[in-house]
């Protein structure tokens, strides 16, 4: 049996960066506080918590004067928690991904152009909320193109969260350019989700079973598996080696692996051992 690894797979720049910044921010004496997860894999987040990093899903969770340490997360918040966080007297250790960054820019500057503010991504999910709260919190989440067909307005700034697909990003745009008269789509999906995107499609095309490893958390594994699938290989996704059914091998020549941006090449070893065996 062959073991195909995609080209691009695992660890991006932007969670290995703030990945790296915790871990540094862990061995200071100071108390150190992560604001939700700093990156969407469980693994992770244990690790940190064995460091001494203790998880907080609101900055009221934090005592006044603790002398601590605030981290933001790798997918970015809304311009009010760093305020708030000043309030509390808490040092900000910022880990928003670059290109997280970027489009949160994007949203400020389109809101201040008067345009209505579209973002293509997933509701509920931390990146968006933060978009949202730079877009001074009037912007909207589209999820399908049927959505897409309802939007209201005349001017608009369209952006996508982060980890989007390209062709489900531009299904959207094209559907509201239709509707609107004045439209202006910046594509804010990284290079990064670009490059694992693709490989994992090229790869699944080429075998005859696809595992994708990752936490059901994160927005970026579920597009690569939902991509996977979408080739017509039979698909899976798994968050930690236990997860591996080993009945699906039977009969397999070619497994082919991708990892979510957020998964640590440690867990996608585990993976690989376990087939091997």
């Known amino acids: 049996m062959q073991i195909l690894i995609a080209r691009h797979a695992g660890f991006c720049e932007g969670v290995e960066r703030a990945h790296k910044i915790a871990l540094e921010q862990a061995k200071k004496n100071s108390p150190v506080f992560m604001l939700g997860n700093l990156v969407h ?5 244990e690790k940190f918590t064995k460091a001494g ?6 900055i009221s969770e934090i005592p006044d004067n603790s002398g601590g340490t605030l981290l933001i997360s790798a997918h970015g918040v809304s311009p009010e928690i760093y305020e708030e966080a000043k309030g509390k007297g808490l040092g900000v250790v910022d880990t928003t991904c670059p290109w997280v960054k970027k489009a949160q820019k994007i949203a400020e500057k389109f809101a201040s152009e008067g345009r209505k503010v579209i973002i293509v991504g ?4 931390t ?11 009037q ?16 001017k608009i700034g369209i952006i996508a969260q982060t980890t989007q697909s390209e062709e489900h990003f531009k299904q959207i745009v094209n559907t509201i350019k239709k509707i609107a008269k004045d439209v202006v789509a910046t594509d804010t999906i990284c290079g990064a989700t670009n490059k694992r995107q693709s490989a994992a499609v090229e790869l699944a095309k080429k075998v005859d079973l696809m595992l994708v490893v990752g936490d059901t958390m994160s927005a970026n594994t579920k597009r690569l598996t939902e991509l996977c699938t979408n080739t017509g290989t039979e698909t899976h996704q798994i968050q930690t080696v236990e997860e591996l059914d080993t009945s699906w ?14 998964t640590p090449e440690w867990v996608v070893e585990e993976g690989i051992n376990k087939i091997k065996q």
């Open 41 to 45: 894999n469980k693994q992770v987040i």
């Open 53 to 58: 990093v203790k998880t907080v899903k609101s």
């Open 122 to 125: 997933d509701r509920g999910h």
């Open 127 to 137: 990146e968006v909320k933060g978009l949202v709260g730079w877009s001074g919190g």
């Open 139 to 154: 912007a909207e989440v589209i999820e399908t193109t049927q959505e897409a067909q309802n939007i209201k307005g005349e």
């Open 249 to 262: 091998l039977a009969g397999i020549d070619k497994v082919g692996i991708t990892a979510g941006a957020s």
